[in-house]
């Protein structure tokens, strides 16, 4: 090998060492400004808040019919939260700061996927491909106030946690709810028909996007059954 191949695989080796120190040395850089991405156990113990948070918007909305809320936002970061149609100063201050902590917590979860590839934050959610209202006539239209909890006067929130996979259908689904009974087949009839109705609108979905992208994507939808009313779907929190 002469002097000037010698160079020039000098060259060549100092050029791949540059570009590997500099590959190490942006790359936490670069993490850093997309986020640091949360493990499995922190993305579940989130959600498992984020439900809780769901059950006490619920419990104190549904005395205020007139209730709506919204963000602001100052370069795509969460500043302030907005409600109206609360007149109880001290539950108006509460949902501030819970749906406070909702959406910042959603906004950590964003772009991380569980282990069977479901997104719990997205950019843009999974919608009804009629909008909220066709969803609520929809699902109504499906449900059922079963008789013996009716007349057992079993009545509360179920909140239906789905997903919403890449097709729009719904592959799975699952309740939750902080209704307590001591006869608990009349609870799973509740959770049943909630269910059921809901997976009838399978297929009728838009998917939810992450930067254009289709995703399936988890989302909750509550539904109250009042044994002295028809059962109803409160506003959608997102």
């Known amino acids: ?59 104190i909305v549904k005395n205020y019919p007139a209730f709506s809320y919204s963000y602001k936002m100052d370069d795509g970061k969460l500043q302030d939260v907005v409600v109206t149609g609360v007149d109880n100063d001290m539950d108006r201050k509460k949902l501030e700061v819970v749906l406070f902590d909702l959406k910042s917590n959603r906004n950590k979860m964003k772009t991380t996927a569980n282990r069977m590839g479901v997104f719990y934050s997205v950019d843009e959610e999974a919608e009804f491909k009629g909008g909220e209202e066709a969803l609520k006539t929809s699902v109504l239209s499906n449900l059922e106030y079963p008789h013996e909890a009716k007349n057992w006067g079993l009545e509360g929130t179920i909140f239906i946690k789905f997903v919403v996979d890449e097709n729009g259908s719904i592959p799975f689904a699952t309740t939750s709810s902080n209704i307590d009974t001591s006869v608990e087949m009349y609870l799973e009839d509740l959770e049943q028909q909630a269910i059921s109705a809901l997976k009838a609108t399978s297929g009728d979905w838009e998917p939810a996007a992450i930067d254009n992208v289709q995703v399936a994507s988890l989302s909750v939808l509550p539904i109250t059954f009042d044994f002295e009313k028809n059962p109803t779907l409160p506003s959608l929190i997102r």
């Open 1 to 59: 090998m002469n002097i000037l191949e010698r160079l020039n695989r000098i060259k060549s080796i100092s050029g791949l060492v540059t570009a590997l120190i500099l590959l190490i040395l942006f790359s936490p850089l670069q993490a850093q400004q997309k986020g640091e991405s949360l493990s499995e156990s922190e993305l579940e113990r989130l959600e498992d808040r984020n439900m809780n948070y769901l059950i006490q918007i619920n419990e």
